[in-house]
């Protein structure tokens, strides 16, 4: 069973940074594309980054470009979400998950909630202004 364990949550003033961490129990890890996803109150899930299973590919939400860096380290069955320049809109708990496809089908980023198999508890960011 695959197991995802968030953490590096917390509360941060406005242009704070943060980093965020998964830990992915299982054999496997390194077959899986990797995402991050977040839901603030009264909105629906919805896709910041993604990284294919071997890292050399990722793919940002547009809101999250050149703030935040998703990366990824087989070795350790992780993947972190560096968050630079912190909004207050960036406020939401964000999740961690992972599907055992390609980050890419028929040249489309797998950015929809439901392409992800596992996911993890979440964790809280705040982001104060």
């Known amino acids: 069973q695959v197991r995802l364990v968030e953490s590096g949550g917390g509360l941060v003033q406005a242009g704070g940074s943060l980093r965020l961490s998964c830990v992915v129990s299982?054999?496997?890890?390194?077959?899986?594309?990797m995402g991050w996803f977040r839901q603030a109150p009264g909105k629906e899930r919805e896709f910041v980054a993604a990284?294919?299973?071997?890292?050399?590919?990722?793919y940002n939400e547009e809101s999250v470009k050149g703030r935040f860096t998703i990366s990824r380290e087989n070795a350790r069955n992780s993947v972190s979400l560096q968050m630079n320049s912190l909004e207050p809109e960036d406020t939401a708990v964000y999740y961690c998950?992972?599907?055992?496809?390609?980050?890419?089908?028929?040249?489309?980023?797998?950015?929809?909630?439901?392409?992800?198999?596992?996911w993890g508890q979440g964790t809280q960011v705040t982001v104060s202004s």
């Open positions: 998950a992972a599907n055992s496809a390609s980050l890419y089908a028929r040249g489309t980023p797998r950015t929809q909630s439901h392409a992800y198999d596992y």
């Open positions: 990284v294919s299973p071997s890292g050399d590919r990722v």
């Open positions: 299982g054999r496997t890890y390194s077959t899986y594309t």
